[in-house]
């Protein structure tokens, strides 16, 4: 049997096992490697009373939610007029009741997630108004390029979560876009999934349609569905963003809490102050869940970034926001809490050198800081507001390499290997010795992308860059691509849910 | 005063203080961020266990050195014609010698680094024999190159070391060669720089070079040069190179020792071995430069690396070295000796999208496992052959960058800020308040090459990748390049033994 014949038949079972939903052969990471703590047990407490004195002294505007401010005001928190201050300490303890790690299930139960400990789940990025590809160059995204996205997610063993806005589906009234991405989540994708959280209504649609695929019972007591709410940050949550993370809440499902702090802008330009401020603004949406329904699942999120001080504009993929996200993932694990830290960030407009440097050190301290569920991990382009097609399947490489990298160095007399040295002695090589023969077939990571040819032959096939690469098995994916079955009362419900809502509403395009 | 007008002041004293030679305003960096150890300490113990047999019941062959032989001899360890085998301990106690951290001078005093510690020194890539740049491809490398290389590395305020055979000056006799590269780097640069190992004599005349720059008395007792001498993997050490690490002891200077383990190659297919390996080849090195001369610095090295199963070829920039640098580095402080670990590696031919993920991950890796001196931290395109100039570029910036990683997250009252907060208030933003204004300054890193402006803006200006921008940056730095003043001595000393040695040879072309 030639190496060639064994990687063929390699990359066939992750093409079998990828069809079969699972990633890299699993349904998530289980990290063997430990987190990389930064910051000192004095330090993190520093860290942690600044948190406190701001969410005492300073506080925290409710905006638009009458039930949220009844909430606090029943919790014990000073309420004056919007403004909530909390004592210190009052919102870890009603933290205790949010679980240190849940299950998101699947509709496979093969591609359940854990969501928390040492778990880590791959999701793909979310939000961009924009599309690009080389081909085409930029312009808004459409249903199709959603649709699109989702099947290059599943169709990779290298991701365990179909995410959720991909991109925005702006062919789409904005009132119907969330039935229309819920629909293509639970069609084209076999793994968890995201629902919409633009309107409190919209966040029930979502969770709807969950109890319509996975029963309402079943959803009353399990996670289904994740819901990301954002920060209005600074020391703003806005009522949209409360009333969706009630919903959630209330429904047993899982918000995701995220700061959105630009650096300068949205927060002090200092590293230190912004972490300080993301414990604030997150422990207190964190807690809101918690008074909405004590026990639902929810997920510490976290948004560090930078900006350029030459000209105003965020920056992505600085070293900054990346050791920062260290210290975010230490406050919440000494908070018991899942975490969603960093991501693949860039500000590069093309699949270039620029992409992947800012995409791999961002994307690393996702992986450093322990993240448990990372969305953000493929596509990004642009600060956040483009999707690229190449760029998405470059990324995925990226989340196959960190499957063996959380995989660590394992120790035991095997993979040592002394005997080997023995058998092969000192100047010969191990390529055909038994110790090779037998682990070779899983020794390496093996990239799709990656041109590792000698110089000549990669010369010889065109020269191209890896950009060119990404373009043509896009395309090679996408036409292969199958979606997994479906139940067909499950699909017949849906449609039938979809179109009767559609149906009660007109066109919103704002 | 605007913020553009504060950033140019800002560049202009950043190239100011390179000019100087300063990196991003200092001689080297000291990590205020912990190493990232993967390994218990359990674990730890079964590799140094692995690595004690290898040497006890394997051992080492010490080809063409009877001197070597001789050490080892009297030094107890077993030899049987070349093969030396050695009792567990044995090499730890003569290590208990080398200097756990030491100075190497530089010419100009400002930039002498100090290797070992919590100290990080970034230096040029090392070997290739071909150069690359977007006008004119691949070709090989020229003395030319060689001084460009040292030129565009001294004017960057992002290394801290002008490194060695930054590429083979192809134009030169191979006998010659190590007297033009040294002679370039005490005249381009003065920053510290490394000298050859190719032949004892070799290193003879750069450590006597050294001697002309920094007196002879001065050079006994201080290191002012390096050596970097590879290990012929697997279990053989060469006497080219034991004979020039010999010779770089025997005068005090600093060998670094280091293994290129191409995994499945030159060791076995799996991490563990490779790293027991590394540790076994490398502390007979280290040891050997002490029976040479007891107290001479040395730097243990490492070169983890991998191969693709597809081709055979050798893949860099991969998840299993990154992770296992972070093994090798915990190895070396358990052993007190500063470390030469990982580097930027990537086997693509440009410097795009590939290049930058293998390079950003592998760099990165030099970071997280306590890397003393990183060798290798610009310039490889092509799987190391060749040298690349917007590549360089590309990885000063990533340097650049690194610098204030390495800072990590400082917490104090002042950086935490939490009187920002009550002065700004929840919902405002905090571009013009007083702590803003008081630390936009020095807040973050900010890149030559990322281009951070809005789609449109970026696209009006040409629509350019960021290896073009490092295309136009190389050579507005060339055409900029002034060398550092150099004593009339000094420089006339050199030229004469330069002048003197050639006259004695001929050409030798291999």
Redesign the interface.
């Known amino acids: 049997m030639t190496?060639?014949g064994?990687?063929s038949g390699?990359q066939a079972r992750q093409v079998e096992r990828a069809k079969k939903g699972g990633g890299m052969g699993r349904p998530y990471i289980v990290r063997n490697?430990?987190t990389?703590?930064?910051?000192s047990e004095e330090?993190l407490l520093?860290?942690e009373h600044?948190a406190d004195?701001?969410l005492a002294?300073?506080?925290?505007?409710f905006r638009d939610d009458a039930v949220a401010l009844e909430h606090w005001k029943r919790a014990g928190a000073k309420v004056d007029g919007l403004?909530v201050k909390f004592e210190p300490g009052m919102l870890r303890e009603i933290l205790k009741s949010a679980p240190s790690e849940f299950t998101q299930h699947a509709r496979n139960p093969a591609n359940s997630v854990r969501i928390g400990g040492k778990n880590v789940v791959f999701a793909p990025a979310y939000g961009s108004p924009?599309v690009m590809d080389l081909d085409r160059g930029?312009r808004f995204g459409t249903l199709e390029d959603f649709q699109n996205f989702i099947r290059l997610a599943q169709s990779s063993p290298n991701f365990h979560h179909s995410g959720g806005t991909i991109c925005e589906p702006t062919d789409i009234p904005v009132n119907k876009r969330h039935l229309d991405m819920v629909m293509a989540h639970l069609t084209l994708s076999d793994r968890p999934f995201m629902g919409s959280v633009t309107s409190e209504e919209r966040a029930e649609d979502s969770i709807e349609m969950g109890r319509i695929a996975f029963g309402s019972d079943f959803v009353d007591q399990n996670c289904v569905i994740l819901g990301n709410v954002n920060v209005?940050s600074?020391?703003?949550w806005d009522g949209t963003m409360t009333n969706a993370l009630r919903a959630y809440a209330r429904a047993n499902q899982a918000a995701v809490i995220v700061p959105f702090i630009l650096?300068?802008?949205?927060?002090?330009?200092?590293?230190?102050?912004g972490?300080?401020?993301s414990l604030a603004e997150t422990m207190a949406g964190c807690a809101l869940t918690q008074l909405e329904r004590k026990g639902a699942p929810v997920i510490f999120g976290n948004f560090l970034s930078?900006?350029?001080?030459?000209?105003?504009?965020?920056?992505f993929g600085?070293?900054?926001p990346?050791?920062?996200s260290?210290?975010i993932g230490q406050l919440a694990r000494r908070l018991g809490l899942p975490l969603r830290c960093s991501g693949n960030f860039t500000?590069?407009?093309?699949?270039?050198?620029?992409?992947?440097?800012?995409?791999?050190?961002s994307m690393?301290a996702a992986i450093?800081c322990g993240a448990n569920f990372i969305l953000h991990s493929a596509g990004f382009l642009?600060?956040l507001?483009?999707m690229s097609y190449e760029?998405f399947m470059?990324d995925a490489?990226?989340c196959g390499?960190?499957?063996?990298?959380l995989?660590?160095?394992?120790?035991?007399d095997?993979?040592?290997?002394?005997d080997?040295?023995?058998e092969?002695?000192?100047?010969?090589?191990?390529?055909g010795c038994s110790?090779?023969m037998a682990?070779?077939?899983t020794?390496?990571?093996?990239?799709d992308?990656?041109?590792?040819?000698?110089?000549e032959k990669?010369?010889a096939a065109g020269?191209h860059?890896?950009?060119y690469r990404?373009n043509k098995l896009w395309k090679k994916r996408l036409a292969e691509f199958e979606a997994p079955s479906l139940d067909a009362g499950i699909a017949q419900g849906l449609q039938e849910f979809v179109a009767a809502k559609k149906a009660g509403m007109g066109d919103a395009w704002y």
């Not at 990389?36 to 910051?39: H, Q, T």
């Not at 390499?401 to 990298?405: D, E, I």
């Not at 995989?407 to 035991?412: H, L, M």
């Open positions: 190496v060639q064994v990687r390699r490697i430990p990389y703590d930064v910051l330090n520093k860290v600044a004195r701001i002294e300073t506080g925290i505007e403004l924009f930029r209005n600074p020391l703003v650096g300068g802008a949205m927060g002090p330009v200092t590293s230190a102050g972490i300080a401020q930078s900006m350029s001080l030459r000209s105003g504009s965020p920056t600085t070293p900054e990346a050791i920062g260290m210290v500000t590069s407009k093309l699949p270039d050198a620029q992409a992947m440097m800012e995409g791999t050190m690393l450093h642009d600060g507001l483009s760029k470059l490489d990226l390499s960190l499957h063996s990298y995989d660590g160095v394992k120790i035991d095997d993979q040592l290997a002394v080997a040295f023995a092969v002695g000192p100047g010969n090589h191990f390529f110790h090779t682990h070779y077939e020794a390496f990571w093996d990239s992308l990656s041109d590792n040819e000698p110089f990669w010369e020269s860059d890896a950009a990404a």
